[in-house]
């Protein structure tokens, strides 16, 4: 299987596209869907200062190291959770540090949410009988903390490194459970709908899973390949297989739903905006909180 | 013969099938993994000579 643009051995064929790249051709390829994603949804400027949320995984690695060679002014953040007592933070601390550092030391902050906070993710999801629902609250958690970031370290947006995959899983869960309110919401830019909460963009919302893995191989990014030991057998795991199943089938299928269904959201063909929730400060963080008193994340942290 | 590895598994296949049929030989699903040979990543259609060692990576992973 040859280059389409060369001729060279082909190292990735992109059956949803036709297209067949080497290695030189991929790796620009693959700048140029980020970069014209970038600007299809309009998600920052070139002279803007972005938050890179990385995790030490190959998307927010691969997206940081695309964002650096387009030239933008990416930063990166990670936070350090305390998974596995540490031992799987530290791990991929380390591939963060070690990214930055090839990279002429690029700048990046780590946030260490046992250090700040008193109790890692884990150990909190516990005391607050949350224990099971650890991924909630790790979202949670990374949240407050990217907002905060942001908004003191003057980011115009977060940038996360969430695939196409990512995308369709969570559309065709929300689709399934019919989820209108996280339906209307879902989209390649999350607005800040508040001087506290950050823009959200994500810049990889083209890429299959597959390309942004591919992209680490070639760039010879180092990055943690084991499973977050807490998200084995989470069900948008069990989404993807199936949508890849699907895309065998039929490739390009989990691109057309994806689109399709952005095309529909603007179009207001299938969802009017939601009410907006008045929305209140919380009195110790300042982020906004849909009821009065303490956010969220400030009660998860009262005994 | 031809080696592939993945995470802690082995197989051996015959050389001179595809990557493509090698992978499904193992019962993994070819968009599941990347193939990687010499540290270099390697479409799908190639077909694999003796004594080739196929690291195969998997798609989905950490982070």
């Known amino acids: 299987m040859k280059c389409r643009k060369c001729g060279r051995p082909a190292v990735i064929n992109m059956r949803q596209h036709k297209l067949a790249l080497c290695e030189e051709h991929f790796l620009e390829w693959v700048l140029e869907q980020t970069r014209r994603a970038i600007d299809r949804y309009h998600m920052f400027a070139p002279d803007d200062k972005v938050l890179v949320a990385v995790s030490g995984g190959k998307d927010s690695l691969s997206l940081w190291d695309v964002l650096l060679r387009l030239g933008y002014r990416a930063e990166g953040l990670y936070i350090k959770l305390g998974v596995e007592e540490g031992a799987y933070s530290d791990k991929s601390l380390g591939y963060v540090e070690r990214f930055a550092a090839e990279r002429g030391g690029v700048h990046f902050q780590v946030v260490d949410v046992k250090v700040t906070y008193g109790m890692s993710v884990l150990e909190v999801a516990r005391a607050r009988h949350r224990g099971h629902k650890a991924c909630s609250v790790c979202g949670l958690i990374k949240r407050h903390i990217m907002n905060r970031v942001a908004y003191e370290g003057g980011y115009s947006c977060i940038a996360t490194g969430h695939n196409l995959d990512d995308e369709v899983a969570v559309l065709m869960q929300n689709t399934l459970r019919w989820q209108v309110g996280y339906l209307a919401r879902q989209s390649p830019v999350l607005p800040a709908t508040h001087p506290r909460l950050a823009r959200k963009v994500k810049p990889f919302v083209h890429l299959y899973e597959r390309e942004t893995a591919a992209y680490a191989l070639v760039r010879g990014i180092d990055y943690i390949y084991d499973e977050c030991p807490y998200a084995v057998g989470a069900t948008t795991l069990f989404y993807k297989d199936l949508l890849n199943q699907l895309e065998e089938r039929s490739p390009g299928a989990k691109l057309s739903f994806y689109l399709s269904f952005l095309r529909a959201r603007e179009q207001g063909l299938t969802f009017t905006e939601q009410t907006r929730l008045e929305l209140h400060d919380c009195p110790r963080c300042g982020q906004p909180t849909t009821a009065p008193g303490l956010c969220a994340f400030c009660r998860l942290w009262e005994n | ?63």
Do not use: F, H
Not at chain 2, 11 to 30: C, S
């Open chain 2, 1 to 63: 013969m031809v080696k592939l590895v993945y995470r802690q598994q082995e197989w051996e296949v015959k050389p001179g099938m595809t990557v493509r049929d090698a992978i499904l030989k193992t019962g993994l699903k070819p968009y599941a993994v990347l193939p990687v040979r010499d540290g270099k990543l390697i479409n799908e259609e190639t077909i694999l000579r003796d004594g080739d060692e196929i690291k195969l990576v998997a798609v989905v992973s950490g982070g």
